[in-house]
């Protein structure tokens, strides 16, 4: 039995060290965003075609979520909504800027395990800051376009690739009928087969920069939160040659079904931005467009498994939440429709892949929304969960395949000021506050293509009437938030 001399200088002990144990107890957390994924892209969603082996394992050692939808179907709105903990119309973040005007002091989700201290750090694009393209260093501290959010991070590092200047073979396919057209990028469909290794790339500099921060990561008692996103597969089309190779020739690659008259029965704002008319796509330009894409997914894919390596070789993955997703989805074709901004399930929905220390793995089919990963990890992790946030804790799903949270899952289109609503059986879609520039109904039980509008049909107006009434008060029940308080 201890003196009793020493008595107090052993509770002295005990309670200094008593943050350091709590700390060590909490797990980790690794968030990896692609960027422009569109979940029927990976093997684990049902793609026989697209090769992504380290997200199918992953898939396989955590939960996938087959029903899980974005908050906003661009980059801007999206990732602004799921790290503050709020939908865009509560931030007013409708583009491409920071949430912070709107927060004022509250805490993002990375800043709020900051706060609880976490070593918080960010490698490449999380918040967005455009596609980190060309050739200038921008530095490990500083953001492309101001839509980064220093607070949320310990340390930030950007990594800047070649894009579509990358040396290779490269053909823009956008707009380029008679093949003219020089290489060029923005957000070009462009087709880059770069000559060159993968660290000379965005996503690979990212994976490497990754690999570094887990090493030294290990044996230290501080928790970690460290996101990694990757631009991949984001226009233009760029990867090493390796990568495209089970994808040739692209004339092999087939095309989504088409179906006449598709768009007679959409609204004008329904009709996608980019489609193969105003793309000037004809099918060898969009079987390319197919083979490019799965070409980054690829890319992508390898980078994920690069860094999930050396979680595991850091000795760490049994401390650490690992959460895969995309800021959005996107569309390769469907509805002769190309990328995003649509609130069609290509666009709306996202891949969502979550490993928990603990958890056996599994299928969850309940709805849920990019919104709710703040408040769920916040939880997992033993931290404070605010009252003020807008996401759902899915502790319940996660636990219970038969558990649900929600019965509606909720997403914008701002650029078309387009609404979804998407529950158990219906899609739900309307333009402006007001639906003065339509609507769309699909019944997903019968129609899951979204092939036929129901909306004007007189049968179905009690229902459009109906989610209309839901919409108004989702939308009032959004922006009744603390933010302007």
Same mark, same amino acid.
């Given at each position: 039995?201890?003196?009793?001399? %020493?008595?107090?200088?052993?509770?002295?002990?005990? %309670?200094?060290?008593?943050?350091?144990?709590?700390?060590? &107890?909490?797990?980790?957390? *690794?968030?990896?965003?692609?960027?422009?994924?569109?979940?029927?892209?990976?093997?684990?969603?049902?793609?026989?075609?697209?090769?992504?082996?380290?997200?199918?394992?992953?898939?396989?050692?955590? %939960? /996938?979520?087959?029903?899980? !939808?974005?908050?906003?179907?661009?980059?801007?709105?999206?990732?602004?909504?799921?790290?503050?903990?709020?939908?865009?119309?509560?931030?007013?973040?409708?583009?491409?800027?920071?949430?912070?005007?709107?927060?004022?002091?509250?805490?993002?989700?990375? =800043?709020?395990?900051?706060?609880?201290?976490?070593?918080?750090?960010?490698?490449?694009?999380?918040?967005?800051?455009?596609?980190?393209?060309?050739?200038?260093?921008?530095?490990?501290?500083?953001?492309?376009?101001?839509?980064?959010?220093?607070?949320?991070?310990?340390?930030?590092?950007?990594?800047?690739?070649?894009?579509?200047?990358?040396?290779?073979?490269?053909?823009?396919?956008?707009?380029?009928?008679?093949?003219? +057209?020089?290489?060029?990028?923005?957000?070009?469909?462009?087709?880059?087969?770069?000559?060159?290794?993968?660290?000379?790339?965005?996503?690979? +500099?990212?994976?490497?920069?990754?690999?570094?921060? @887990? /090493?030294?990561?290990?044996?230290?008692?501080?928790?970690?939160?460290?996101?990694?996103?990757?631009?991949?597969?984001?226009?233009?089309?760029?990867?090493?040659?390796?990568?495209?190779?089970?994808?040739?020739?692209?004339?092999?690659?087939? @095309?989504?079904?088409?179906?006449?008259?598709?768009?007679?029965?959409?609204?004008?704002?329904?009709?996608?931005?980019?489609?193969?008319?105003?793309?000037?796509?004809?099918?060898?330009?969009?079987?390319?467009?197919?083979?490019?894409?799965?070409?980054?997914?690829?890319?992508?894919?390898?980078?994920?498994?690069?860094?999930? &390596?050396?979680?595991?070789?850091?000795?760490?993955?049994?401390?650490?939440?690992?959460?895969?997703?995309?800021?959005?989805?996107?569309?390769?074709?469907?509805?002769?429709?190309?990328? +995003?901004?649509?609130?069609?399930?290509?666009?709306? =929905?996202?891949? *969502?892949?979550?490993?928990?220390?603990?958890? =056996?793995?599994?299928?969850?089919?309940?709805?849920?929304?990019?919104?709710?990963?703040?408040?769920?990890?916040?939880?997992?992790?033993? *931290?404070?969960?605010?009252?003020? @946030?807008?996401?759902?804790?899915? &502790?319940?799903?996660?636990?219970?395949?038969?558990?649900?949270?929600?019965?509606?899952?909720?997403?914008?289109?701002?650029?078309?000021?387009?609404?979804?609503?998407?529950?158990?059986?219906?899609?739900?879609?309307?333009?402006?506050?007001?639906?003065?520039?339509?609507?769309? %109904?699909?019944?997903?039980?019968?129609?899951?293509?979204? !092939?036929?509008? @129901?909306?004007?049909?007189?049968?179905?107006?009690?229902?459009?009437?109906?989610?209309?009434? /839901?919409?108004?008060?989702?939308?009032?029940?959004?922006?009744?938030?603390?933010?302007?308080?």
């Amino acid at each position: 039995m201890p003196s009793p001399r %020493l008595l107090p200088c052993l509770a002295l002990l005990a %309670l200094a060290c008593a943050p350091a144990a709590a700390a060590a &107890a909490r797990p980790n957390v *690794l968030l990896i965003v692609a960027d422009d994924l569109t979940r029927t892209a990976l093997g684990s969603y049902g793609n026989r075609i697209c090769r992504t082996p380290n997200l199918d394992r992953l898939a396989a050692s955590g %939960l /996938r979520f087959t029903r899980a !939808y974005c908050q906003g179907t661009y980059c801007g709105p999206s990732r602004a909504s799921f790290l503050s903990g709020y939908y865009p119309h509560a931030t007013g973040v409708l583009g491409y800027t920071s949430p912070r005007a709107a927060l004022g002091e509250r805490a993002t989700w990375p =800043q709020h395990f900051r706060q609880a201290g976490y070593h918080t750090a960010r490698i490449g694009k999380i918040y967005h800051m455009g596609v980190p393209g060309g050739v200038e260093d921008h530095g490990p501290g500083r953001d492309y376009n101001g839509a980064d959010d220093p607070a949320s991070w310990t340390e930030r590092w950007n990594t800047p690739g070649p894009e579509w200047r990358a040396s290779g073979t490269g053909e823009t396919l956008e707009r380029n009928p008679d093949g003219t +057209k020089p290489v060029m990028g923005g957000n070009t469909f462009v087709v880059v087969e770069a000559d060159g290794d993968d660290d000379e790339h965005h996503d690979g +500099k990212a994976a490497a920069r990754a690999e570094e921060f @887990l /090493r030294a990561r290990r044996g230290r008692p501080e928790p970690f939160f460290l996101a990694v996103g990757f631009v991949r597969p984001h226009v233009p089309f760029v990867a090493p040659r390796k990568y495209f190779a089970p994808y040739l020739p692209y004339e092999n690659l087939p @095309l989504p079904p088409k179906v006449p008259g598709d768009w007679d029965d959409l609204p004008k704002p329904g009709i996608n931005y980019k489609t193969s008319v105003n793309m000037q796509f004809d099918e060898r330009r969009q079987r390319k467009a197919i083979g490019g894409y799965y070409a980054s997914v690829s890319f992508m894919d390898a980078q994920v498994g690069r860094v999930l &390596a050396a979680l595991e070789a850091s000795g760490l993955a049994d401390d650490t939440i690992v959460i895969f997703t995309s800021d959005h989805g996107f569309h390769l074709g469907e509805h002769d429709f190309w990328a +995003k901004v649509s609130l069609l399930e290509e666009s709306a =929905q996202v891949p *969502l892949l979550v490993r928990v220390p603990g958890r =056996q793995p599994g299928v969850r089919d309940a709805l849920v929304e990019l919104v709710d990963l703040f408040p769920t990890t916040a939880a997992i992790c033993g *931290l404070p969960v605010p009252a003020r @946030l807008q996401g759902r804790d899915l &502790a319940p799903v996660l636990a219970d395949p038969g558990a649900r949270v929600r019965d509606t899952a909720f997403s914008v289109a701002p650029s078309t000021k387009g609404f979804l609503l998407r529950d158990d059986r219906f899609a739900f879609i309307q333009y402006q506050e007001d639906a003065a520039a339509g609507v769309e %109904l699909y019944d997903l039980a019968a129609d899951p293509g979204q !092939y036929t509008n @129901l909306a004007r049909r007189p049968e179905h107006a009690a229902t459009v009437a109906g989610y209309r009434e /839901r919409l108004t008060a989702t939308l009032r029940s959004v922006r009744n938030n603390d933010l302007g308080r």
